[in-house]
C-alpha cells in the first residue's frame, strides 16, 4: 500500500476555512476523511465514491465538501464555517475494493490504508 500522507491543517479562527489534502493512488473503492479529537473516538467525517457519491457527518453538512480528481490523483476536504468542535487530528483513509450500498461508508472498519493525520485547531 501507498502511504498516505494530509497536508494542509492548521490553526484558524472560527468561522475560517481551511483545505485539507491527500493523495490518492487507484484502484480505489472508497475514499473517507476521519477525525479524533482529544479524548473522543475516531469518527467518520466525510466519504466518497469512485462515481462520485458522497456522505457526510451530520455535523459537517452544508459546510465540508469531499471531492477526488482523478488527474491529480489526489482527495480534498474543504471545511468551511469552521468552530471549535471541529478541532481535531484529520485522517484520509482509503479502501483498495468496491463496497457495496449506494453511499460510501463513514466507519472506520471499511478502510485498509491510513494517513498520519493533520492537526486543525479552530479558536473562539
Known amino acids: 500500500q501507498v502511504p498516505l500522507v494530509e497536508s494542509g491543517g492548521g490553526s484558524v479562527q472560527s468561522g475560517g476555512s481551511l483545505r485539507l489534502s491527500c493523495p490518492v493512488h487507484s484502484p480505489w473503492g472508497s475514499l473517507a476523511w476521519f477525525r479524533q479529537a482529544q479524548g473522543k473516538e475516531r469518527e467518520g467525517v466525510a466519504a466518497?465514491?469512485?462515481?462520485?457519491?458522497?456522505s457526510y457527518a451530520d455535523s459537517v453538512k452544508g459546510r465540508f465538501t469531499i471531492s477526488q480528481d482523478s488527474a491529480e490523483n489526489r482527495m480534498s476536504l474543504q471545511m468551511n464555517g469552521l468552530t471549535p468542535d471541529d478541532t481535531a487530528m484529520y485522517y484520509c483513509a482509503a479502501r483498495s475494493t468496491a463496497v457495496g450500498g449506494s453511499r460510501p461508508p463513514l466507519q472506520i472498519y471499511f478502510y485498509h490504508n491510513w494517513g498520519q493525520g493533520t492537526q486543525v485547531t479552530v479558536s473562539s
Open positions: 466518497i465514491f469512485p462515481d462520485g457519491s458522497t
